[in-house]
């Protein structure tokens, strides 16, 4: 505090003042530090003669605005006149040392000066800079690069409500994907599972409208599809459960990507019909960007509506079946009561499940489902880069004495 | 360096011209009223130019550092009589030097003007 002052601050203004003059640099402030304060004492002075308590309020912003457009030009100006200082010094004979920089200036300064040090080291042998950038680039590039798909993959959590509870339901072959009584014994009997729900592709046209014609993939999902992976609309609501009956309304939600590129992200779609294999169907919702399940290329969901009174044969199997897991219950002991599900079919309906081929529930957690089967591989590739970074940094430390022993074998 | 003036070259005041705006204000007033401190530098300049130009302290300190440093103008040890004065104020004068670059950049100026006042842009003051 005694840098600069030879009198102390009068008042609250001034000592506010004086606070933020620290943001000039130190030689500047021991220069005109006082002078400044006496200044501002002045102007405030004449601004209390006019206006005796609005006065101080009035001056403050310009005195705000004079600190942010002179405070930092202020430090530039030391770190040039520095500069321009050891230069004059180095002029008259005298070599300025690091040591003598460091105390005579500051930081910037320093920083600036190891700047153009670098730069003319850079600038003198452009072919050796060339080599050493070029090394550092791809090795650095190259690690990057697989990190962020690494990153988008297996780091970050899957875009679904508490992923870690959601699994996917197939069978083992020769029956792959489960039939509809079986999808229905799952959602009766299940207790592990929170909810269950299936899902059959198909594709359909899209009619209506100015636009052409157009061929559409659609997912058709049983209740409990959009709430399992917990991601919520972008525009509406999703399906009700009565929507997933026989003979309800027909309704449908679009894809991010269908509703911006044929209906020009209408906000106004809700409760309008879109034309589906030359049938209206209500437009309920629209989900996210992010929502892709169970495919990229779904441009929309309709309820799969089946008849849990006339199901299809035990036989036809076609759905996917997802599911997300009650609180508190484990992978595994899930699995075991699907499982043990299944091993009553064997014994109920043999003309099914013959015994040469017992059905047999083949579970996976979300995650590993969707990466499951990459994740060393990255991990391995994430390995690889890093090595390949590493050897890029030993052959720009090799470099580096070779160039210095040039360096002085040429002077 | 190439480029730079040396120092001959920078002791000709014509090599300094033409001023900023503000440099040849403050230099002006100076040469006027002979020393003045930091807040009498502002309060002749906000008074010659209707108030439109009020200098805040970090505006006219930093102008200042640059004109000392191009030894335009430098500080003065001669003070007021102690009651008028505050310790805490620094008074400025032009140098020698400074009022050299002053009359080049007046002389400059005049030349614009006549320039001006022959293509009719500007009526021609009367002779007083």
């Given at each position: 505090?005694?840098?600069?002052?030879?009198?102390k601050?009068?008042?609250?203004?001034?000592?506010?003042?004086?606070?933020?003059?620290?943001?000039?640099?130190?030689?500047?402030?021991?220069?005109?530090?006082?002078?400044?304060?006496?200044?501002?004492?002045?102007?405030?002075?004449?601004?209390?003669?006019?206006h005796?308590?609005?006065?101080?309020?009035?001056?403050?912003?310009?005195?705000?605005?004079?600190?942010?457009?002179?405070?930092?030009?202020?430090?530039?100006?030391?770190?040039?006149?520095?500069?321009r200082?050891?230069?004059?010094?180095?002029?008259?004979?005298?070599?300025?040392?690091?040591?003598?920089s460091?105390?005579?200036?500051?930081?910037?300064?320093?920083?600036?000066?190891?700047?153009?040090?670098?730069?003319?080291?850079?600038?003198?042998?452009?072919?050796?800079?060339?080599?050493v950038?070029?090394?550092?680039?791809?090795?650095?590039?190259?690690?990057?690069?697989?990190?962020?798909?690494?990153?988008?993959?297996?780091?970050?959590?899957?875009?679904?409500?508490?992923?870690?509870?959601?699994?996917?339901?197939?069978?083992?072959?020769?029956?792959?994907?489960?039939?509809?009584?079986?999808?229905?014994?799952?959602?009766?009997?299940?207790?592990?599972?929170?909810?269950?729900?299936?899902?059959?592709?198909?594709?359909?046209?899209?009619?209506?409208?100015?636009?052409?014609?157009?061929?559409?993939?659609?997912?058709?999902?049983?209740?409990?599809?959009?709430?399992?992976?917990?991601?919520?609309?972008?525009?509406?609501?999703?399906?009700?459960?009565?929507?997933?009956?026989?003979?309800?309304?027909?309704?449908?939600?679009?894809?991010?990507?269908l509703?911006?590129?044929?209906?020009?992200?209408?906000?106004?779609?809700?409760?309008?019909d879109?034309?589906?294999?030359?049938?209206?169907?209500?437009?309920?919702?629209?989900?996210?960007?992010?929502?892709?399940?169970?495919?990229?290329?779904?441009?929309?969901?309709?309820?799969?509506?089946?008849?849990?009174?006339?199901?299809?044969?035990?036989?036809?199997?076609?759905?996917?079946?997802?599911?997300?897991?009650?609180?508190?219950?484990?992978?595994?002991?899930?699995?075991?009561?699907?499982?043990?599900?299944?091993?009553?079919?064997?014994r109920?309906?043999?003309?099914?499940?013959?015994?040469?081929?017992?059905?047999?529930?083949?579970?996976?957690?979300?995650?590993?489902?969707?990466?499951?089967?990459?994740?060393?591989?990255?991990?391995?590739?994430?390995?690889?880069?890093?090595?390949?970074?590493?050897?890029?940094?030993?052959n720009?430390?090799?470099?580096?004495?070779?160039?210095s022993?040039?360096?002085?074998?040429?002077? | 360096?190439?480029?730079?003036?040396?120092?001959?070259?920078?002791?000709i005041?014509?090599?300094?011209?033409?001023?900023?705006?503000?440099?040849?204000?403050?230099?002006?007033?100076?040469?006027?009223?002979?020393?003045?401190?930091?807040?009498?530098?502002?309060?002749?300049?906000?008074?010659?130019?209707?108030?439109?130009?009020?200098?805040?302290?970090?505006?006219?300190?930093?102008?200042?550092?640059?004109?000392?440093?191009?030894?335009?103008?430098?500080?003065s040890?001669?003070?007021?009589?102690?009651?008028?004065?505050?310790?805490?104020?620094?008074?400025?004068?032009?140098?020698?030097?400074?009022?050299?670059?002053?009359?080049?950049?007046?002389?400059?100026?005049?030349?614009?003007?006549?320039i001006?006042?022959?293509?009719?842009?500007?009526?021609?003051?009367?002779?007083?």
């Amino acid at each position: 505090m005694t840098e600069f002052f030879r009198t102390k601050p009068r008042g609250v203004h001034e000592r506010i003042y004086h606070a933020l003059l620290r943001l000039y640099p130190r030689d500047f402030r021991q220069e005109f530090g006082d002078a400044m304060t006496e200044f501002f004492h002045d102007r405030l002075a004449r601004t209390r003669a006019a206006h005796p308590i609005a006065g101080p309020f009035r001056l403050w912003p310009h005195v705000l605005i004079d600190f942010a457009r002179n405070a930092l030009p202020a430090r530039l100006d030391s770190t040039l006149r520095a500069v321009r200082r050891s230069r004059q010094r180095v002029v008259a004979g005298r070599t300025p040392t690091i040591r003598d920089s460091r105390r005579k200036d500051w930081m910037l300064t320093t920083i600036l000066q190891d700047m153009r040090y670098a730069a003319r080291g850079l600038t003198s042998k452009p072919a050796f800079s060339a080599i050493v950038l070029a090394t550092l680039t791809l090795g650095i590039g190259a690690t990057v690069a697989i990190f962020s798909v690494i990153n988008g993959i297996l780091l970050r959590p899957l875009p679904y409500a508490e992923p870690r509870r959601l699994m996917l339901i197939e069978q083992v072959d020769p029956y792959g994907t489960v039939s509809e009584p079986e999808f229905a014994d799952y959602k009766r009997q299940a207790r592990s599972l929170e909810r269950v729900a299936a899902i059959a592709y198909s594709s359909a046209n899209l009619t209506g409208g100015d636009d052409e014609p157009e061929r559409v993939r659609l997912a058709r999902v049983s209740d409990g599809f959009f709430q399992i992976l917990g991601v919520a609309t972008q525009l509406g609501r999703y399906f009700t459960s009565d929507e997933d009956k026989p003979n309800a309304t027909t309704v449908i939600i679009l894809s991010y990507r269908l509703w911006q590129r044929r209906y020009g992200a209408d906000s106004t779609i809700i409760g309008k019909d879109v034309v589906v294999n030359g049938n209206p169907r209500m437009v309920v919702g629209v989900m996210p960007q992010r929502f892709d399940y169970p495919s990229s290329s779904i441009d929309m969901w309709v309820p799969l509506r089946l008849n849990y009174d006339s199901l299809w044969t035990r036989d036809n199997h076609y759905l996917s079946v997802i599911a997300r897991r009650a609180p508190n219950v484990t992978f595994p002991s899930s699995v075991a009561e699907l499982n043990a599900i299944t091993r009553t079919w064997t014994r109920e309906y043999p003309d099914t499940y013959a015994p040469d081929k017992p059905v047999q529930v083949k579970a996976a957690e979300f995650e590993d489902a969707l990466v499951g089967k990459s994740k060393p591989y990255l991990y391995a590739l994430l390995g690889a880069v890093a090595f390949v970074l590493l050897i890029a940094c030993v052959n720009v430390a090799n470099l580096l004495p070779a160039s210095s022993q040039v360096a002085r074998e040429s002077t | 360096m190439a480029g730079t003036p040396t120092r001959a070259e920078r002791d000709i005041p014509e090599s300094r011209t033409p001023l900023r705006p503000i440099d040849f204000l403050i230099l002006l007033m100076l040469a006027r009223s002979g020393d003045r401190h930091g807040y009498g530098i502002m309060q002749d300049v906000a008074e010659h130019t209707s108030g439109s130009i009020e200098l805040e302290a970090g505006s006219l300190y930093r102008t200042i550092r640059r004109l000392q440093d191009d030894r335009l103008l430098e500080e003065s040890s001669r003070r007021p009589a102690a009651d008028l004065d505050d310790e805490r104020r620094r008074y400025y004068r032009l140098t020698l030097f400074g009022k050299r670059v002053l009359a080049a950049e007046a002389a400059r100026l005049r030349r614009l003007v006549r320039i001006a006042e022959s293509a009719r842009i500007l009526a021609p003051e009367p002779a007083r």
